[in-house]
């Protein structure tokens, strides 16, 4: 018997978490790549019969991430894989503050995680598969922030429309082959993550737009990383999926 198999980054905690978990719950085997080992996720595959690889990774140092990923695909047996997806959930918030105010260290890393290891990773997928009689996914999670500027968010908006826009790129080049990925760079919503934990404690007088993050907490508007992972997967099992190369999950 053939199984998906699915490349997961950020898969140790929230929305990768619960994608990594739903995934295996539907059969899927897991290739995971975070910066921590998850013991949850070895006893999840076990229960349910799959094979869940993980690769503790800091993503600020990518290329070597991305290598490994080549060797590594180009060492499977394409006759056990019925389908094979790599979804980019990773990310990295620097410090909430204006541009002139983040160490160049910290921009650096922040850039690296969130837009030059989904591009590195991308490019070592699509090399190391693109001989593949299966069908072939590149799932992007992006951000609203790639789309709307914010204040003291220069470096996630950034490489969160950097991502979006290499995506539309990719799309035109795999329309050109014969059996091409289907891509998408996808926005999830807002979810109740550390990461919005991280947004509501910021200095109101560096984020001006903190209030609006602290609402939607109050307002009870935040999905939790369980429902959004089911709706980011259900995206993904589309069979329409890559036919807009840059989607929300709310449109």
């Given amino acids: 018997m053939t199984h998906p198999l699915t490349i997961l980054t950020g898969a140790s905690r929230g929305m990768g978490l619960a ?23 070895v006893l999840r595959a076990s229960r ?23 060797i590594w695909l180009a060492g499977l047996a394409v006759a056990d894989i ?9 990310g990295l918030l620097p410090r ?6 983040i160490p160049a260290a910290e921009l650096a890393s922040a850039l690296r995680v969130d837009l030059e290891a ?23 999670i992006s951000s609203g922030l790639g789309r709307r500027p914010m204040a003291s968010q220069a470096a996630y908006c950034a490489a969160k429309a950097g991502m979006d826009l290499f995506t539309r790129c ?15 760079s996808l926005a999830p919503g807002v979810i109740d993550t550390d990461m919005q934990v991280f947004l509501r404690s910021a200095d109101a007088n560096q984020f001006p737009d903190i209030g609006n993050f602290v609402g939607m907490k109050d307002k009870g508007v935040l999905s939790s990383p369980s429902d959004a992972a089911a709706k980011v997967l259900a995206v993904l099992a589309r069979p329409d999926f890559g036919t807009n190369p840059v989607a929300d999950v709310r449109d």
Avoid: Y
Wanted: aromatic content about 4%; charged content about 20%.
């Fill in 19 to 41: 994608m990594a978990e739903q995934l295996l719950d539907a059969g899927h085997d897991l290739l995971c790549i975070s910066r921590k080992h998850n013991d949850a996720l």
């Fill in 48 to 70: 349910t019969g799959r094979r869940c690889e993980q690769w503790p990774h800091d993503l600020s140092q990518p290329e070597t991430a991305a290598a490994r990923l080549e």
């Fill in 82 to 90: 019925a389908s094979v997806t790599l979804i980019n959930n990773a």
């Fill in 96 to 101: 909430i503050a204006p541009l002139s105010a």
């Fill in 118 to 140: 989904p591009m590195l990773l991308t490019s070592a997928f699509l090399r190391a598969t693109q001989s593949w009689p299966v069908p072939r996914k590149v799932l992007n």
């Fill in 170 to 184: 990719m799309a035109l080049e795999e329309a050109a082959h014969p059996n091409g990925a289907k891509v998408c």
